[in-house]
T-cell receptor
Framework: DAGVTQSPTHLIKTRGQQVTLRCSPI?????VSWYQQVLGQGPQFIFQYYEKEERGRGNFPDRFSARQFPNYSSELNVNALLLGDSALYLC??????????????FGEGSWLTVV | GENVEQHPSTLSVQEGDSAVIKCTYS??????FPWYKQELGKRPQLIID?????GEKKDQRIAVTLNKTAKHFSLHITETQPEDSAVYFC?????????????FGKGTLLTVNP
């Protein structure tokens, strides 16, 4: 689980701005998911991507978007930032899990503060 | 969607005692049941998981038990140590669903007092 890398680790943005967060999965993993963790709560699912296609989306507004690149890395974009978007954004990496329940590993996360 | 509840929300034990955290879920198709440990300011770290065809799994001081009929699984930590202090999350998953999504409980804050 040490192989999921995220950048940046910390950032501060102003309300209304846009942010891009980046993630590189563990070598060989083709699935990347994004989770938002607000202080004091459990992580909430935002997106899952597999083989560059969106496979799932959580209950988040259209201001949130993501994509996966041919090398399986991923970006999460958030537009028109609100104070409530302040959170730890976690990237998770796994092999495709259908029928096998593959383990999901998390990166260290990107701490976003919106002021 | 999946509804996940964890109990208790906080748990304080003396060093050397055992700790048990219970997780109930609603999706009967869930087939993968991990527990994550999250220390303050750190990422969730997988500590143990169990698949739906197994009732119990143990790894040193940590064990997980699964009751699919009742739709709950539990984390057992024996001989607790101060370094076990953290927030623990259960996060059941249905790997046969349209996406590979963990649904986290609200977490249990475990404090191990020396």
């Amino acid at each position: 689980d040490a192989g999921v890398t995220q950048s940046p680790t910390h950032l501060i943005k102003t309300r209304g701005q846009q942010v891009t967060l980046r993630c590189s999965p563990i070598s060989g993993h083709k699935s990347v998911s994004w989770y938002q963790q607000v202080l004091g709560q459990g992580p909430q699912f935002i997106f899952q991507y597999y083989e560059k296609e969106e496979r799932g989306r959580g209950n988040f507004p259209d201001r949130f978007s993501a994509r996966q690149f041919p090398n399986y890395s991923s970006e999460l974009n958030v537009n028109a930032l609100l104070l409530g978007d302040s959170a730890l954004y976690l990237c998770a990496s796994s092999l495709w899990g259908a029928l096998s329940g593959n383990t999901i590993y998390f990166g260290e996360g990107s701490w976003l503060t919106v002021v | 969607g999946e509804n996940v509840e964890q109990h208790p929300s906080t748990l304080s034990v003396q060093e050397g005692d055992s700790a048990v955290i219970k997780c109930t879920y609603s999706d009967s198709a869930s087939n993968y049941f991990p527990w994550y440990k999250q220390e303050l300011g750190k990422r969730p770290q997988l500590i143990i998981d169990i698949r739906s065809n197994v009732g119990e799994k143990k790894d040193q001081r940590i064990a997980v038990t699964l009751n699919k009929t009742a739709k709950h699984f539990s984390l057992h930590i024996t001989e607790t140590q101060p370094e076990d202090s953290a927030v623990y999350f259960c996060a059941p998953l249905n790997s046969g669903g349209s996406n590979y999504k963990l649904t986290f409980g609200k977490g249990t804050l475990l404090t191990v007092n020396p």
